[in-house]
């Protein structure tokens, strides 16, 4: 689907009290703001599940390494350029969608 991943989905655990989160990052691991941010509420402000933070955050990397590769404005998409991103519309099978877009260290 993509040459070259630049951001992936990637497991934190806090030091202060062990629990469990997920963030985006790209290649050189530095996490990105907003996704990471908004990633953070889930969990904290919106009492969502740590399994719903991992889904969001691997979609949320294959969107953002979508966007940078085509030069898309992540916040601000025109109405013709999300469609390029559904994999059907790709000729990519639904099963290989998200595959290895979703780092966790500790299970890999």
């Known amino acids: 689907m993509f040459d070259h991943v630049e951001f992936w989905a ?8 062990g629990s469990v989160g997920w963030t985006v990052v790209d ?3 530095v996490e990105h703001g ?10 904290d402000a919106q009492g969502r599940s740590v ?27 025109t109405v013709e350029q999300p469609p ?3 994999p059907h519309r790709a000729g990519v099978a639904a099963t290989d969608r998200c595959v290895g877009y979703v780092h966790d260290s500790e299970h890999a």
């Not at 907003?34 to 969990?43: D, I, V, Y």
């Not at 399994?51 to 998409?77: I, K, M, N, Q």
């Open 27 to 29: 290649d050189a691991y």
């Open 10 to 17: 990637q497991r934190t655990v806090s030091p202060v009290d």
């Open 84 to 86: 390029q991103l559904q």
């Open 34 to 43: 907003h996704a990471g941010a908004w990633l953070r509420s889930l969990l």
């Open 51 to 77: 399994g719903t933070a991992r889904t969001y955050a691997g979609r949320l990397a294959l969107y953002l390494t979508w966007a940078t590769s085509t030069g898309v404005d992540p916040v601000a998409p």
